[in-house]
């Protein structure tokens, strides 16, 4: 399969980047909701906005009122979300959290799809219990309760946690805190008694927060798909993540890049642009071949993953998944600090943008899994 768009997917490249670059762009959004101090994040209308043009129903199937597209349409909208440092719900909500309720019952997908599909609903995932991601070991409990089950523990970084309606939780209903099964999915509301936020503003200002269960009462109508059986939903859940950040890094990493070259052929020193200077012309070379490389790596994860359908994620998708994330990791941090040593001085300054793409870069970087954690991955499924 080729490793670029097709016609439909450039028409959709073509009308998602103008929107997203005007109404989502730096100034818009991420340099606003910042400096008020927004305890959400992001914008609100602007969700509303991507409702309005079809975004948050992208892969939500036609039967429960989305348009049913792949994780390669959904990665056209992440990368220009990332190139214009646009903060949104839409991979957590759109992207994860309706991978997993497509895996749920006709209840469970009829009280929460369509206000997702609406642009009313945010949702985020609640999975990693630490600083790091680590979603092997899943300690946070659901002992059953009469109808239904009690939860208790506590997840760290939901980002998103505090604004969303809903939060997709992976509980260990069986079994001790490293095994493989005993794993289930609940859709916990965010008025459910017991649930407490601790929230927390990430280094690129976008908001996450530590979230506790104490003793929350959840009826059987919050399971998602099957009790005991949720690790291979789970798992889709993590590979629609993580190739929906790598898409976003490397769109991260794409805005930097063309930054960084606009001021190569605008700065002036010693009297010449400093994009004359055959050493920073090596480096922006090397730099546009890296991210082309990224690009295919994430195409290919998304082809995988599209033509996986609703099964386990296959192991061929998974090793691509994580060299998709990996390989996007390791540019993005290239992009990033090649921009801020070419800006000189002022890329230090919150003034100019670059200095965001490298918060960006630094919070993407972690979610789901940073570049060391996927690169061991990739070296476990290839059999080392």
């Known amino acids: ?63 429960d009122g989305g348009l049913g597209m792949g994780h390669i349409e959904a990665g056209i909208v992440l990368e220009q979300i990332g190139r214009n440092l ?41 999975v ?22 009690r939860l208790s523990g506590a997840k760290d970084f939901v980002v998103h946690g ?3 309606d809903v939060l997709i939780v992976a509980a260990r209903t069986s079994g ?24 927390v503003r990430l280094v690129d200002s976008s908001m996450a927060s530590h979230v506790k269960f104490d003793a929350v009462e959840l009826d059987g109508g919050t399971v998602i798909g099957d009790v005991d059986g949720g690790r291979e939903l789970l798992g889709r859940v993590l590979a629609a993540g993580r190739v929906g950040a790598a898409a976003e890094q490397a769109g991260v990493a794409g805005g930097a890049m063309d930054r960084t ?30 991210l082309e490389i990224a690009r295919a790596a994430v195409i290919k994860a ?30 993005a941090g290239l992009a990033v600090r090649e921009g801020v040593q070419m800006h000189g001085g002022i890329g230090m300054t919150d003034e100019y943008d670059i200095g965001l793409y490298m918060k960006r870069d630094r919070a993407l970087a972690e979610f789901m899994g940073d570049a060391f954690y996927h690169t061991q991955r990739v070296a476990e499924l290839s059999g080392y």
């Open 86 to 126: 646009t903060p949104s719900p839409f991979l957590t909500t759109a992207v994860m959290a309706t991978t997993a309720l497509a895996g749920g019952s006709d209840e469970v997908r009829g009280r929460w799809l369509p206000g997702i599909v609406a642009g009313e609903t945010v949702a985020a995932i609640a």
């Open 128 to 149: 990693d219990e630490g600083a790091k991601h680590h979603p092997e070991r899943i300690t946070c409990r659901a002992e059953k309760a009469g109808n239904g089950f």
């Open 261 to 290: 070259v606009d001021y190569l052929k605008q700065r002036k020193q010693f009297g010449k642009l400093i994009g004359e200077f055959q050493a920073l012309q090596h480096r922006a070379a090397h730099l546009y071949s890296e």
């Open 1 to 63: 399969m080729p490793l670029y768009h097709t016609d439909d997917q450039a028409m959709l490249a073509d009308t998602v980047t103008g929107f997203i670059a005007d109404e989502g762009s730096i100034k818009n959004q991420l340099r606003r909701w910042r400096d008020e101090n927004c305890q959400d994040g992001f914008g609100h209308e602007l969700w509303r906005r991507f409702a309005e043009m079809g975004l948050t129903g992208m892969l939500v199937a036609e039967a």
């Open 176 to 199: 001790s805190d490293s095994d493989a099964t005993g794993i289930t999915l609940f859709a916990v509301p965010k008025d459910a008694s017991g649930v407490t936020h601790g929230s």
């Open 302 to 331: 998304q082809q995988l993953l599209d033509a996986n359908g609703d099964g386990a994620v296959s192991e061929r998708a998974q090793l691509m998944v994580s060299v998709a994330k990996a390989k996007a990791g390791k540019v």
């Open 162 to 164: 505090a604004s969303a």
